[in-house]
């Protein structure tokens, strides 16, 4: 168990079922290359020797109503049945789906706790609100002046390539200043999701890096959930999570598998 943990740092998520836990998932938290899956006969021998069936496999979040291209090797473990894990489908909520009534801040603006001072535009956007009073965690990175004038030069949905090289700074990916397009789903939501040098992670179109409220609509987290403590709690609570959209999808899958016994 130690060398599989120190591989994958992998956790167990949930326990469903009676006290002596029948059903568990867990969750490999970084994305698991190609060399990696040699060791997952070791995960599933450790599994079977605990008593489970298990079944295993990569699920992308955006096939299940989350905007956003996020795989999680997941793994649902049984003592009684083989649990299969969801399908989910082919139609996609985009970045304008989830954030577009949003789209008023620039740098440094926001409060903690503010109105909405929008409708929402988007059946997403509505969900997302459904029994919220109030706009929380939208408030907008206070960006340096240089950072301000390079955003400037990145027009709306392009990235690095429209710099000059010599702004390029010691990044080396090309993701980096990269705006999120609007008709697409978002790339992977990280826990540095509010500065523009750190990969594909900028507004589509305002100069400033998505705000906490928009990183969590982008994760499926609704304006109910409150995110507090500090900058690099709040970042932390949102970047690393297991998007509610696809988390619900596979609690459905198990009470699905359940509910008739």
């Keep these: 168990e130690d060398r599989i943990r120190s591989r994958f740092e992998w956790g167990l998520i949930a326990d469903i079922g009676t006290p002596d836990y029948e059903t568990r998932m867990a969750i490999l938290r970084r994305k698991v290359e190609a060399d990696d899956m040699k060791l997952s006969d070791e ?8 008593g489970y069936n298990v079944q295993y496999g990569v699920l992308n979040a955006k096939k299940f ?11 649902i473990c049984s003592k009684h049945k083989d649990i299969t894990l969801p399908n989910g489908n082919e139609s996609i909520v985009t970045v304008r789906d989830a954030i577009s009534d949003l789209a008023y801040l620039q740098s440094a603006e926001g409060e903690f706790e503010q109105e909405y001072i929008t409708a929402p535009k988007t059946e997403y956007q509505k969900f997302m609100r459904k029994g919220s009073k109030h706009l929380y965690n939208h408030k907008a990175s206070a960006h340096s ?7 400037a030069m990145i027009p709306a949905e392009k990235g690095k390539e429209c710099l000059p090289e010599e702004l390029w700074g010691k990044q080396k990916f090309n993701t980096t200043w990269g705006r999120l397009v609007w008709d697409e789903v978002s790339p992977t939501i990280d826990t ?3 500065t523009p040098s750190n990969g594909t992670n900028s507004h589509p179109e305002l100069n400033r890096a998505i705000t906490p409220r928009e990183a969590a609509r982008i994760q499926s ?3 109910n959930f409150v ?9 932390s609570q949102i970047g690393n999570a297991v998007p509610p959209l696809l988390a619900e999808a596979i609690a459905d899958r198990i009470w699905e ?5």
């Design 227 to 235: 995110f507090y403590g500090s900058k690099f709690y709040i970042r």
């Design 192 to 194: 540095r999701f509010d």
């Design 65 to 75: 109503g989350v905007p956003q291209a996020r795989e999680r090797a997941i793994f």
């Design 257 to 261: 598998m359940y509910r008739n016994e």
């Design 43 to 50: 995960i599933l021998n450790y599994i079977h020797k605990l």
């Design 145 to 151: 002046e240089k950072a301000l004038e390079k955003l």
């Design 221 to 223: 987290f609704d304006d």
